[in-house]
């Protein structure tokens, strides 16, 4: 995007240079700033994922220009919805809390979810699912060919109780699966 932009920026310096405008009214309006863009765009860091790590119940926010990803431990996530944008009553977002640094606007990372009210909390509880180890892994073709060594792990266990309560029922892949989890605990015992 910034690179994008310092292109713009550079275009416009040079029509500025050839309708008249001098020389420093290009330089100051297009040429300096498309400059920087072009910089900035090509020296900031590029990837930039929000990483859930269920083996190791953390999540790896990446860090704000040049800082390095923070890693937070799941249970310590401090995660609310806040009003976003001009519809701020329609479209909220996730925010967590990146750092525990004293409280400054840099702090907090928006994960964005494009939701109406209730969908949030459906959508944070499925990554709640997604992070409890004790829990069978969500629904979804990437994930297939990993839910049976996931079931015989818990099984080994003892099929603990799930770590965080939810919004939404997580049953196994099979019904014979989830009748022999049932005789450790059930969805409805630990649903918020």
Not at 97 to 102: G, Q, T
Not at 139 to 158: I, L, V
Request: net charge neutral; glycine share 8%.
């Amino acid at each position: 995007m910034l690179k994008k932009i310092g292109v713009v920026l550079f275009a416009f310096g040079i029509f500025f240079f050839f309708i008249g405008g001098g020389v420093w009214v290009p330089l100051v309006i297009g040429i300096i700033p498309a400059i920087i863009s072009l910089i900035l765009g090509y020296i900031l860091p590029k990837d930039k994922q929000i990483v859930f790590h269920r083996h190791n119940d953390i999540l790896e926010l990446h860090g704000a220009f040049f800082d390095k990803p923070h890693r937070i431990p799941f249970n310590d996530v401090p995660a609310f919805f806040a009003p976003n944008g001009t519809a701020g009553l329609f479209h909220w977002t996730l925010k967590v809390k990146r750092s525990f640094k004293p409280l400054s606007i840099k702090d907090y990372f928006p994960i964005d979810l494009d939701i109406f009210m209730e969908g949030g909390w459906q959508a944070w509880s499925y990554w709640v699912w997604y992070m409890d180890r004790n829990r069978p892994l969500p629904p979804g073709d990437a994930m297939d060919e990993f839910r049976e060594a996931d079931f015989q792990r818990r099984k080994a266990e003892g099929f603990p109780p799930p770590l965080y309560k939810s919004r939404i029922p997580t049953p196994e892949a099979t019904t014979a699966q989830q009748i022999e989890r049932e005789r450790y605990w059930r969805d409805e015992e630990y649903l918020v």
